[in-house]
Every structure is written in C-alpha cells, then in structure tokens.
C-alpha cells in the first residue's frame, strides 16, 4: 500500500518498548556501550517521554547530541554480569504528513530541482556523497536509470524506485548483516529493510540527489478481528531524500509506501554506522554470547485524569504578551 498523502489522517501516540539482552557463557567484569535508542523531536514528531534502564545498574551514563541533532545514550557497567538488558521506554506522538507533501511543490516538480545547490542546499550536500568503500557502482547506476526519466515529477521517481526495489527483492531474515554491501545485495537479490534503504539511498546519490538513511520503528496493525501479538515488532530502516525549503520526503522500499504517521524516527545519518541502537565493547573470556531483541510499538492514551475544582482567582490578562 502507498500512502499518497491524498487525505489527511489523524496523528497517533506510540507506546514504545525496545528491549535487548545479551547473555555470555563467562562473566563480563565491564561493559561499554553506547547507541540511538531515544525517538527525536521533529516538527511532525514528539518525544512525550523516555526512559532507558540498564541491568545491572550502569556506574556511569550519560546522553549526547551528535551532529545530526540525533540523542546518543551512553552507558558503563563495572559489576559482574552474564546477562545484561537495556530497555528502552518513549511515549511518542506522530502527526501525518501534510498533503501537499507528497501532492504538491517539489514532490511534483521535476526531479532534477532536488538536487543540492546554492546556499539553500548547501548543508544537504553531504548527503550527496558516496560512502567509504564506494557504494555508487555502475551497477547501481544502471539499476536505478529506469526511474529517473529526464523531467520527471520526484514524487513518481521515488514511488517507482520504492515498488521496483520491493517487486525485484525478497526479504529475508538473517540473509545479510550490518557490514553487507549494496552491490552484494543486489547480486543476491534479498535482504532486509536496512539494505533496501541503503540500495534507494545509492541510487538516489547516483543521480545528484541528497538521501539520509533513517532509523526507526514502523506501527502495524493487527489483521481484523485478530488482537495485537506483544513484542514481535521491530527495528526498522527506511531512505529520506532532500527537497528546496529543506523538506525531506521518507520513503520505505521494503513496504513499497511513502512515509506517514504510522514511522517513529530515532535518528538519521549519512548510514546504518551512523545510528546504530546499539554497539559496545565488554571484556570478558567468554567463548559464546547470544543476543535477543524484542520491539513493541503500541497504541498508547494518556490515562484519564479525575476532574477538580479550580480556585477562584482573578483573570490575568497575560502580561501584555500575546501567543
């Protein structure tokens, strides 16, 4: 299903659990770790709350901004321990996109505009570049040519890259890791969704256009009639390309859709390496170690809130400012 921004929905809160644990055969006498795991605040997207708990208790923690305005949450843990967990708990609201969006402006204007120049895209550029060891191949320039017909609207651009990547590639867990490259994956023709973003994403820099790589969790609903199963969501990586006035469009080839209400976005960077939720370094002697990951992405209301009588005071005129 793609989401044409054609009619507006209605904003939604997320009740958000990402919980992660690593057991070792051997102790572990400290641990380093440091990741994205806190949901950003943006104009269409706010963080309510957030709250990260370690197990055992870390000695030293910390948060940071990088240069993305992404939060980075880092942590030490110095008791001994062969299990660890880190769960991390937001509450995040999510407006839907404007329809003119995806309806109107540089979403339908020929794709060429898009392209970074001038004072206006000068901070985008970055997001032009092809990585280390280079990802932009003559393979992938010739994968992506059939999308970018010479004056195209970009809003058909990205919905024709979007269903070719989903028709041509299968999604298959645990066929490819975070250090497989877009070329290996387009030989293979399978992948999960963190190499169709990173595959949209080289296609877009081949042709002069600025892409992000976005990392985040998607809302899905339950079939009809069926409840809601806890904990088997996931992580999930989606493409974002630059437009004039600084707007970046999301677009997902893994589920053939633009971007809505329905994304929560963690970070964004240049790549995966970027905005990883998790990495560190431990010391230990352990031979063996297995990591589990559960995601759940709930509905959330607010609890209601008992009704009270309000005191008499005098009106305030608001101090001569005005809202």
Not at 184 to 206: K, M, S, T
């Amino acid at each position: 299903m793609t989401f044409d921004g054609s009619t507006a929905g209605r904003g939604r809160s997320y009740e958000v659990t990402h919980r992660t644990v690593y057991k070792y055969s051997d102790d572990v006498t400290s641990s380093y770790g440091r990741g994205f795991l806190t949901p950003r605040d943006l104009p269409r997207q706010r963080c309510v709350s957030h709250e990260l708990a370690i197990d055992p208790e870390a000695a030293d923690s910390s948060t940071s901004c990088d240069g993305y305005g992404n939060i980075s949450s880092y942590f030490h843990v110095t008791e001994r321990h062969r299990t660890l967990s880190v769960t991390s708990h937001s509450i995040v609201d999510v407006d839907p996109p404007p329809a003119e969006l995806y309806g109107s402006g540089a979403a339908t204007a020929p794709w060429e505009i898009s392209r970074p120049v001038g004072p206006d895209g000068a901070l985008a550029v970055e997001f032009t570049l092809d990585l280390h060891p280079a990802e932009i191949t003559d393979e992938v320039r010739a994968y992506a040519a059939p999308s970018f017909e010479p004056g195209r609207p970009l809003i058909d651009v990205l919905r024709d890259l979007n269903a070719r990547i989903f028709s041509d590639f299968t999604y298959r867990s645990g066929s490819t890791t975070v250090s497989t490259r877009v070329g290996e994956v387009l030989v293979a023709r399978e992948g999960v969704c963190q190499d169709f973003a990173r595959l949209a994403i080289a296609c877009l820099r081949a042709n002069g256009l600025a892409a992000s790589y976005v990392s985040g969790y998607l809302a899905t609903d339950p079939p009809p009639g069926r409840e809601r199963m806890v904990g088997v969501d996931a992580t999930h990586a989606w493409a974002s390309v630059w437009t004039p006035q600084n707007q970046w469009l999301g677009l997902d080839p893994t589920n053939d859709q633009m971007v809505d209400e329905r994304y929560i976005v963690v970070g964004f960077g240049r790549d995966y390496a970027d905005v990883p939720p998790l990495r560190g370094i431990i010391y230990t002697d352990s031979d063996k170690s297995v990591i589990d990951v559960s995601v759940d992405v709930a509905p959330f209301e607010a609890p209601d809130v008992a009704p009270f009588d309000a005191p008499d005071v005098a009106p305030f005129d608001g101090g001569g400012l005005r809202a």
